[in-house]
């Protein structure tokens, strides 16, 4: 018996088998607990014990376990929806249910093209990305995405759409004030709207805070101001993609809430089950979807398991578990945890330090002075990676430059439900894996 599996810091065929979990710990099968300082994937934000998870399962597939929503609907469907149709800003009202991320993008993909169509657009096809952007595995999704190094053997298959560079003020080479650069860099999107023609353009996709690629890269507010600037004045949709920071990851409900700014669709994932079911939502604006109910033919589009009701019933669950009290200890816990990194300041190999809520981006560099990234073969941010596991805490690694795009970095994104004593070793496991791989670089 073989699995086909490749982690993305490579860290097969030995992987530890978890069989256990509670609160912020992983148990291995010989006894051995983890910190999960990664939430998973940024997955697992009110940690690993189940708080009625269970019984929610147990009591629906007792009742119903699976409908089609092609013809049916289910109460948890209806509950859920609205749910989130009250938590999400705006007149997001509408939900569509999917299971994954990945599905959940391209469903907000093929929404803005129905849109257009409707509306008697149909040359408007693109969807603007940004370089370093991550939305997804799936080849729509992928297209969007701006991450080269999970782009690369699939070239071919993907649409060439254009992209403007992240939103990474720490890489930024605008001048003036913080407000001042991000208008500049927002810029980046008139620019290139206007360059491809606004007519043949769809939408434009970001994270408005990034996760995978670049941990914590946020603007000014400026910047989401001026995109909704921009897309409203071309006709371009706006799609947020809050499957990584929905959810009080950012320490506010949805991460576009910093900016103030209210996206035409609102991608949702991870935390929206956390963790317990395969669950993603695509939220869509009043707004759009009038010419879509009254076009001839629009959104064709379904899964089989969307809305499914057991998933569904977990969502509608563990929404509820997104209190004020959890939103206040995610912001706690994240200031906790960047103090304790406070070290890591005077580091040789560090070179930026990213928090927002609980969730926090170490970057690491070659030189501090001028940011160099490290040459990728040096596998800098396995090294660190390797060394706080070694110590009992898993982060969320990430790097190995490609193409330029991306340099070494680290993420921390604990369960919401931190405590203070975890925070603490997880700050201090990493200040010593940081300072541990620095003194063998020397
Ligand atoms: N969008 C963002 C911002 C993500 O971080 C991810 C996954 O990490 C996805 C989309 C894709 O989600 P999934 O892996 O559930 O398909």
Same mark, same amino acid.
Not at 128 to 157: C, D, E, F, V
Not at 240 to 264: C, I, K, L, Q, Y
Not at 320 to 348: F, M
């Given at each position: 018996m073989s699995t086909l599996y490749k982690w993305g810091a490579g860290r097969d065929p030995d992987h530890p088998v978890i069989t256990d979990a509670y609160d912020e710990y992983l148990?291995?099968? /010989?006894?051995?607990?983890?910190?999960?300082?990664?939430?998973?994937?940024?997955?697992?934000?009110?940690?690993?014990?189940p708080d009625g998870v269970d019984e929610v399962m147990a009591e629906q597939a007792s009742r119903v376990g699976y409908t089609s929503t092609s013809y049916f609907t289910s109460p948890p469907v209806d509950s859920l929806s609205e749910k989130?149709?009250?938590?999400?800003?705006?007149s997001l009202n509408t939900t569509f249910l999917s299971n994954s991320g990945s599905e959940a993008v391209e469903s907000a993909i093929k929404l803005a093209r129905d849109y257009h169509v409707a509306r008697g657009e149909p040359e408007r096809e693109a969807v603007i990305g940004r370089w370093q952007g991550y939305h997804g595995a799936t080849l729509g999704a992928l297209s969007a995405s701006g991450n080269t190094g999970r782009r690369t053997t699939y070239k071919p298959y993907l649409q060439d759409w254009p992209k403007i560079g992240p939103a990474y003020p720490y890489r930024w080479e605008y001048s003036g004030s913080p407000?001042?650069?991000? +208008?500049?860099?927002?810029?980046?999107?008139?620019?290139?709207? +206007?360059?491809?023609?606004?007519?043949?353009?769809?939408a434009f996709i970001?994270?408005?805070?990034?996760?995978?690629?670049?941990?914590?890269?946020?603007?000014h507010p400026r910047y989401y101001q001026e995109v909704r600037r921009i897309c409203d004045e071309y006709g371009v949709l706006f799609i947020a993609d809050e499957v990584m920071v929905g959810f009080g990851r950012t320490g506010?409900?949805?991460?576009?809430?910093?900016?103030?700014?209210?996206? /035409?669709m609102l991608t949702l994932g991870k935390g929206m089950s956390a963790g317990f079911a395969p669950i993603s939502a695509t939220m869509i604006r009043d707004e759009l979807l009038e010419p879509?109910?009254?076009?001839?033919?629009?959104?064709?589009?379904?899964?089989?398991?969307?809305?499914?009701?057991?998933?569904?019933?977990?969502? /509608?669950?563990?929404? /509820?578990?997104?209190?004020?009290?959890?939103l206040a200890n995610a912001r706690a816990r994240g200031e906790q945890l960047v103090d304790g990194l406070a070290p890591l300041r005077d580091?040789?190999?560090?070179?930026?330090?990213?928090?927002?809520?609980?969730?926090v981006g170490v970057e690491f560099v070659a030189d501090p002075e001028t940011g160099e990234a490290f040459d990728p073969d040096l596998g800098v941010y396995k090294q660190?990676?390797?060394?706080?596991?070694?110590?009992?805490?898993?982060?969320?690694?990430?790097?190995?430059?490609?193409?330029?795009?991306?340099?070494?970095?680290?993420?921390?994104?604990?369960?919401?439900?931190?405590?203070e004593d975890v925070a603490d070793e997880i700050s201090r496991t990493v200040v010593n894996a940081v300072t541990d791989v620095e003194r063998d670089l020397e």
């Amino acid at each position: 018996m073989s699995t086909l599996y490749k982690w993305g810091a490579g860290r097969d065929p030995d992987h530890p088998v978890i069989t256990d979990a509670y609160d912020e710990y992983l148990v291995t099968e /010989d006894g051995e607990e983890i910190i999960d300082a990664a939430a998973g994937a940024a997955v697992v934000n009110l940690g690993h014990s189940p708080d009625g998870v269970d019984e929610v399962m147990a009591e629906q597939a007792s009742r119903v376990g699976y409908t089609s929503t092609s013809y049916f609907t289910s109460p948890p469907v209806d509950s859920l929806s609205e749910k989130l149709a009250a938590m999400t800003p705006g007149s997001l009202n509408t939900t569509f249910l999917s299971n994954s991320g990945s599905e959940a993008v391209e469903s907000a993909i093929k929404l803005a093209r129905d849109y257009h169509v409707a509306r008697g657009e149909p040359e408007r096809e693109a969807v603007i990305g940004r370089w370093q952007g991550y939305h997804g595995a799936t080849l729509g999704a992928l297209s969007a995405s701006g991450n080269t190094g999970r782009r690369t053997t699939y070239k071919p298959y993907l649409q060439d759409w254009p992209k403007i560079g992240p939103a990474y003020p720490y890489r930024w080479e605008y001048s003036g004030s913080p407000e001042e650069q991000a +208008k500049a860099a927002a810029g980046e999107l008139e620019t290139l709207i +206007k360059q491809e023609g606004p007519e043949t353009v769809a939408a434009f996709i970001a994270e408005p805070v990034s996760g995978s690629s670049i941990p914590v890269a946020h603007p000014h507010p400026r910047y989401y101001q001026e995109v909704r600037r921009i897309c409203d004045e071309y006709g371009v949709l706006f799609i947020a993609d809050e499957v990584m920071v929905g959810f009080g990851r950012t320490g506010t409900m949805f991460a576009s809430e910093h900016f103030d700014v209210v996206p /035409d669709m609102l991608t949702l994932g991870k935390g929206m089950s956390a963790g317990f079911a395969p669950i993603s939502a695509t939220m869509i604006r009043d707004e759009l979807l009038e010419p879509l109910e009254d076009a001839e033919h629009s959104f064709y589009h379904g899964h089989t398991f969307s809305g499914n009701p057991i998933a569904t019933a977990v969502a /509608d669950h563990v929404v /509820d578990r997104y209190t004020p009290e959890l939103l206040a200890n995610a912001r706690a816990r994240g200031e906790q945890l960047v103090d304790g990194l406070a070290p890591l300041r005077d580091s040789s190999i560090v070179g930026d330090i990213r928090q927002l809520g609980l969730m926090v981006g170490v970057e690491f560099v070659a030189d501090p002075e001028t940011g160099e990234a490290f040459d990728p073969d040096l596998g800098v941010y396995k090294q660190i990676f390797e060394r706080a596991f070694e110590e009992g805490v898993y982060t969320y690694p990430g790097g190995g430059s490609v193409d330029g795009h991306r340099g070494d970095h680290l993420m921390l994104a604990p369960p919401l439900t931190l405590g203070e004593d975890v925070a603490d070793e997880i700050s201090r496991t990493v200040v010593n894996a940081v300072t541990d791989v620095e003194r063998d670089l020397e």
